[in-house]
């Protein structure tokens, strides 16, 4: 067990009274409030009407915007929809549905979300504009439109049950659609993409038929044989090395936090050794009062307050204290 060596008090307190969307999930997630309680909704309302919100909510009214050149770029859409869907912004909330509608205008034949994207002949693709999917973006598209209350959608269960069935024993391989013809990442075709394993698994969590089913597990197993043999293993160049280990968000890529995130949620990494191992690398970074600071930030997002690593940052102490939750237990808040 990884112990909670600092005054909860004092951190909640902090959280509290942060921007309202930290506040939101703060009493949701770690004082487990009632989500109709007076506090939670007005936490809510602030969050939903707060400036920057209603920016990223306008943003993604040009969905899908620029054509995809890189997935790891921190302010492509499907990033910034996923962030708002973490943080609790759902399809009927103002602006977003017709975010959604346009969304669902590049439905595949497969189910998968199509984005407009590029792959040079040189790398096996066409070298023109085309709408397609890969499995390192549609799985975020769907989880998102998921969480956004989504979940029971036609178009977004045809679109899970699809990905899902792309699952082989070591978690889930480079995939892409016909559109972007030859295309595949740098490195053996039988390894596991450790990017589109990640972000497969959190897509399965939400889902009860498939949370506890094979794939996950096959999931949850390969990123944690990957934490244990990081110093010899890098399949696709995704290295948990020093970078890996800084503590950044929001979850836009493949580093330590977001995993430990994602393995929080299934039950067989939880008992994990290896799991608790990769925790206690998180929680030995905290302040001497148990905040928490980035250690890397995104550029696209250096006006939040996750975009500064001189300062404890709220929406990270959050994020690490969602997982310290799970391994440790309730957190009380003696107020």
């Given at each position: 067990?990884?112990?909670?060596?600092?005054?909860?008090?004092?951190?909640?307190?902090?959280?509290?009274?942060?921007?309202?969307?930290?506040?939101?999930?703060?009493?949701?997630?770690?004082?487990?409030?009632?989500?109709?309680?007076?506090?939670?909704?007005?936490?809510?309302?602030?969050?939903?009407?707060?400036?920057?919100?209603?920016?990223?909510?306008?943003?993604?009214?040009?969905?899908?915007?620029?054509?995809?050149?890189?997935?790891?770029?921190?302010?492509?859409?499907?990033?910034?929809?996923?962030?708002?869907?973490?943080?609790?912004?759902?399809?009927?909330?103002?602006?977003?549905?017709?975010?959604?509608?346009?969304?669902?205008?590049?439905?595949?034949?497969?189910?998968?979300?199509?984005?407009?994207?590029?792959?040079?002949?040189?790398?096996?693709?066409?070298?023109?504009?085309?709408?397609?999917?890969?499995?390192?973006?549609?799985?975020?598209?769907?989880?998102?439109?998921?969480?956004?209350?989504?979940?029971?959608?036609?178009?977004?269960?045809?679109a899970v049950d699809f990905l899902v069935m792309l699952s082989r024993e070591n978690g889930y391989p480079c995939v892409v659609s016909k559109e972007l013809?030859?295309?595949?990442?740098?490195?053996?075709?039988?390894?596991?993409?450790?990017?589109?394993?990640?972000?497969?698994?959190?897509?399965?969590?939400?889902?009860?038929?498939y949370r506890d089913s094979n794939h996950a597990k096959a999931s949850a197993s390969a990123l944690l044989d990957l934490w244990e043999n990081s110093r010899?293993?890098?399949?696709?160049?995704?290295?948990?090395?020093?970078?890996?280990?800084?503590?950044?968000?929001?979850?836009?890529?493949?580093?330590?936090?977001?995993?430990?995130?994602?393995?929080s949620l299934n039950d067989h990494a939880l008992k994990d050794p290896r799991f608790h191992d990769m925790v206690k690398v998180i929680t030995g970074k905290?302040?001497?009062?148990?905040?928490?600071?980035?250690?890397?930030?995104?550029?696209?997002?250096?006006?939040?307050?996750?975009?500064?690593?001189?300062?404890?940052?709220?929406?990270?102490?959050?994020?690490?204290?969602?997982?310290?939750?799970?391994?440790?237990?309730?957190?009380?808040?003696?107020?």
């Amino acid at each position: 067990m990884i112990a909670m060596e600092t005054d909860n008090e004092n951190v909640m307190d902090w959280l509290l009274n942060s921007d309202p969307w930290i506040e939101y999930r703060t009493r949701i997630d770690l004082l487990e409030e009632p989500q109709d309680s007076k506090a939670v909704l007005s936490a809510r309302d602030r969050m939903t009407s707060h400036p920057d919100i209603r920016s990223l909510i306008k943003d993604l009214g040009n969905w899908p915007g620029a054509v995809l050149n890189s997935h790891k770029s921190a302010g492509q859409s499907y990033h910034k929809l996923s962030f708002l869907a973490d943080l609790g912004i759902k399809h009927d909330d103002t602006g977003v549905q017709s975010i959604i509608d346009r969304i669902f205008q590049h439905v595949s034949e497969e189910g998968p979300i199509q984005l407009p994207m590029r792959i040079s002949s040189h790398h096996g693709g066409s070298n023109r504009d085309v709408q397609a999917w890969a499995l390192c973006d549609a799985p975020t598209i769907v989880y998102s439109l998921a969480k956004m209350g989504l979940r029971s959608d036609e178009r977004v269960e045809k679109a899970v049950d699809f990905l899902v069935m792309l699952s082989r024993e070591n978690g889930y391989p480079c995939v892409v659609s016909k559109e972007l013809g030859r295309f595949r990442g740098p490195g053996k075709k039988e390894d596991p993409c450790p990017y589109a394993t990640l972000i497969m698994l959190k897509l399965m969590e939400l889902y009860p038929e498939y949370r506890d089913s094979n794939h996950a597990k096959a999931s949850a197993s390969a990123l944690l044989d990957l934490w244990e043999n990081s110093r010899t293993r890098h399949p696709y160049i995704f290295y948990m090395g020093t970078d890996f280990r800084k503590l950044k968000a929001p979850f836009i890529w493949y580093d330590i936090l977001h995993v430990a995130h994602v393995l929080s949620l299934n039950d067989h990494a939880l008992k994990d050794p290896r799991f608790h191992d990769m925790v206690k690398v998180i929680t030995g970074k905290a302040d001497d009062v148990g905040r928490f600071t980035p250690e890397s930030v995104w550029k696209a997002w250096d006006h939040w307050e996750i975009g500064g690593k001189k300062t404890p940052s709220p929406y990270l102490t959050m994020l690490v204290y969602r997982i310290k939750k799970k391994v440790c237990g309730p957190i009380t808040e003696n107020k």
